[in-house]
């Protein structure tokens, strides 16, 4: 299982199971990094970018927002400038693909900048993004990322995996957060073992569907499920439109192929064609916080295929046509 992921990561460094769910890798990634009164630097474009700030500022970190405009794509050169203006800050976190929005943020740009700041780390919430998106730990020169068992890797949810450079371990050697279950270098110490294990007793089940998840997915070509996930986005976003809907943040930039964000107009309310799509036996998902009024979500990840979007825009278009009738 964790050779078969290090190509999803783009890595050659070793990849480390957390038993958790993505937020516990996160909170771990804090945990890892950082010695009380450390600054970071969020980038806020959405739930998943605020959920960094959370974690980061229960731990006593002090907090410097950036990208705060849910309705817009991280620009790197503002990260850089608020690097300029604190030269203290020890990393940047951000997510890679954030479903409140839709947003792909540029995860390649922003470590280009970390970089030229010396030491700053990067860190990339990838839980909804690495699996389906393209990702290159190693040549984009990320410092820690993360991934989930739930999203592209198409498995139950409660195992998380890690990924550090090795300016990531320099700085964890160093850090005095405190951590136990968080440990990674005791996870690392376990898994690279001529017979690898982790620390405590594992989720066996989830190993193994992770397992022949990513066996299915070589099958595939990573090339191949990258192109999949290209193919049923741009399907989705296209099918909206013939729909007459509109995207919810629509001067995003790079849009997550993972997942659409739908806004629909007024007079359609988002929970009652979603309950419809449900009656039709498809699940979709509410907007996030302030685009709950007016936004519905369709993820394409995973085990998902062309068809089942081609069925979820038919069945849209049954459903508010039906409405759209009765209100007529």
């Not at 806020?44 to 959370?54: A, I, P, Q």
């Not at 817009?72 to 203290?88: G, I, K, M």
């Not at 929005?101 to 990067?122: C, F, I, K």
Request: charge should be negative; aromatic fraction near 6%.
């Amino acid at each position: 299982m964790l050779e078969l992921l290090q190509p999803v990561f783009g890595t050659v460094q070793p990849v480390l199971p957390v038993h958790t769910t993505g937020r516990g890798a996160m909170e771990a990634a804090v945990c890892n990094l950082f010695s009380p009164g450390d600054e970071i630097v969020v980038c806020c474009n959405g739930r998943f970018g605020e959920m960094w700030v959370k974690f980061a500022e229960s731990y006593g970190l002090t907090v410097h927002r950036v990208a705060t405009d849910w309705e817009r794509d991280v620009d790197p050169s503002e990260v850089e400038d608020l690097l300029v203006q604190h030269p203290f800050v020890k990393a940047v976190a951000m997510a890679y693909g954030d479903t409140s929005t839709g947003v792909a943020n540029d995860v390649a740009g922003v470590a280009r900048v970390a970089r030229r700041q010396g030491g700053t780390l990067l860190i990339v919430d990838g839980v909804s993004s690495i699996g389906g998106m393209p990702f290159a730990f190693d040549e984009w020169e990320v410092d820690v990322a993360l991934v989930a068992s739930q999203k592209c890797l198409m498995s139950s949810p409660g195992l998380a995996f890690a990924v550090l450079s090795d300016r990531a371990w320099t700085a964890s050697a160093l850090a005095r957060l405190p951590r136990n279950y968080w440990d990674f270098a005791d996870i690392r110490r376990n898994v690279t073992k001529e017979k690898p294990e982790t620390p405590g007793t594992p989720p066996v089940h989830i190993v193994l569907q992770v397992g022949e998840a990513l066996r299915m997915m070589h099958e595939e070509t990573l090339p191949a499920v990258q192109r999949r996930h290209a193919e049923m986005a741009e399907m989705a976003r296209r099918g909206a439109a013939a729909l007459g809907l509109a995207l919810q943040c629509p001067a995003l930039v790079r849009r997550s192929t993972t997942l659409t964000a739908v806004a629909l107009p007024a007079g359609l309310s988002p929970q009652r064609v979603r309950d419809a799509l449900t009656a039709r036996g498809i699940r979709t998902a509410a907007g996030m916080e302030r685009f709950l009024p007016s936004c519905m979500r369709i993820g394409h990840m995973g085990d998902i295929r062309p068809a089942d979007v081609t069925r979820t825009l038919d069945e849209l278009a049954q459903v508010i046509a039906a409405m759209r009738a009765e209100s007529a």
